[in-house]
């Protein structure tokens, strides 16, 4: 199985500077992961350093509370494909979820979709804020808006991905969207048994010690 071709090689830490970056990408090319995730700062740089290679630019949206104006997502969104962004990590409005604001997540999902266009929109639901219900509503909603996949965490909440959350949003989304999950998973053992739940991505700091722990 080619694990690498699952891993968002990620980097999102406030302190992160252009070597950790640069870094980043050396690391993407060496083990062939699918692309990596940073910062929407951070999205001309990375593509520079990637080009010429197969490894996508992953942006994230919104992050890492999700409570930013649509207008301002929106935003961001069209800037970060400007600049080489291949796939959008958006986070939700989790408050107005909350709120039971369904229609205002949807309409925000939605406008950014359309921004995105054929690119890949990934929607970070945060799973560690929410109940079963609530996650399955988010799940449902992102499907709605056309997203391509729902994912479970931002990785800076109180918790990352967990199992029965995965579960939940499998059963949501019914086969119409792919799951990322991501936040926590730093092992071989942890990203298989993911991977064998049927989520297609996943996002991770620790991609190069997964990928070599597979090759032992």
């Known amino acids: ?3 690498n071709k699952y891993i968002d090689h990620t980097i999102l830490k406030a302190t992160a500077t252009e070597e950790d970056i640069i870094d980043l990408c050396k690391e993407a090319k060496e083990y062939d992961f699918f692309s990596v995730c940073v910062n929407s700062g951070y999205v001309s740089f990375a593509a520079k350093q990637l080009q010429g290679s197969n490894v996508k630019v992953c942006s994230v949206i919104g ?5 930013m104006s649509t207008e301002a997502k929106v935003f961001e969104t069209q800037q970060a494909i400007k600049d080489g962004a291949e796939e959008i990590d958006m986070v939700i409005n989790i408050g107005e979820l909350k709120s039971r604001n369904f229609k ?4 925000e999902i939605t406008a950014i979709k359309k921004v995105a266009g054929e690119k890949v929109l ?3 639901i945060e799973t560690c ?3 079963p219900q ?8 992102a499907v709605k808006a056309k997203a391509d996949f729902v994912k479970t965490s931002t990785g800076f909440g109180n918790d990352g991905a967990k199992m029965e959350d995965v ?17 926590g998973i730093k092992n071989l053992d942890t990203a298989l048994s993911y991977i064998e739940a049927g989520v297609e ?7 190069v010690s997964i990928v070599k722990e597979l090759k032992q």
């Not at 992050?63 to 409570?67: E, I, Q, R, S, T």
């Not at 205002?104 to 309409?107: F, G, L, P, R, T």
């Not at 609530?134 to 909603?141: D, M, Q």
């Open 134 to 141: 609530e996650i399955v509503l988010a799940s449902e909603i």
């Open 122 to 124: 990934k929607v970070i």
């Open 63 to 67: 992050f890492p509370l999700g409570a």
């Open 104 to 107: 205002k997540v949807e309409e």
């Open 129 to 131: 804020y929410l109940t």
């Open 201 to 207: 991505r996943i996002g991770t700091s620790s991609g």
């Open 1 to 3: 199985m080619k694990i």
């Open 167 to 183: 579960e939940l949003m499998k059963k949501a989304i019914d086969g119409k969207a792919k799951i990322k999950a991501s936040g």
